[in-house]
């Protein structure tokens, strides 16, 4: 499992806990060599230029609006990546909002 997070602290505490974590930096993540890629934070996070490093050959995860345009959909699909939307990975979310709303 390869991880990332914006909080090196969070990291460094992570590496210690669970020893076969491979920690990255966040501008790495994208390039690291895994088989499902799971955005799980920062939305916008898969654009035009992050989908070229990509190795992984599944985007499935929890962060809202993953994307950064409508666009990198298309780009995912040439590259022969399979997409899962974070409307259908992350359908409690989904469920909480609109219970929220009722």
């Not at 505490?13 to 920062?42: G, W």
């Not at 898969?46 to 959909?73: D, F, I, Y």
């Amino acid at each position: 499992i390869v991880v990332t997070d914006t909080d090196s602290e969070r990291l460094v505490t992570l590496a210690k806990k669970y020893k076969t974590l491979k920690v990255v930096e966040p501008a790495d993540i994208f390039a690291a060599d895994v088989d499902i890629f799971a955005p799980c934070a920062l939305a916008g996070a898969l654009s035009p230029h992050t989908v070229q490093s990509l190795k992984a050959r599944l985007v499935v995860g929890g962060a809202n609006n993953q994307l950064s345009n409508p666009s990198v959909e298309g780009l995912l699909y040439s590259s022969g990546i399979v997409y899962i939307p974070d409307y259908i990975a992350n359908a409690g979310g989904f469920m909480s909002v609109v219970h929220e709303y009722e």
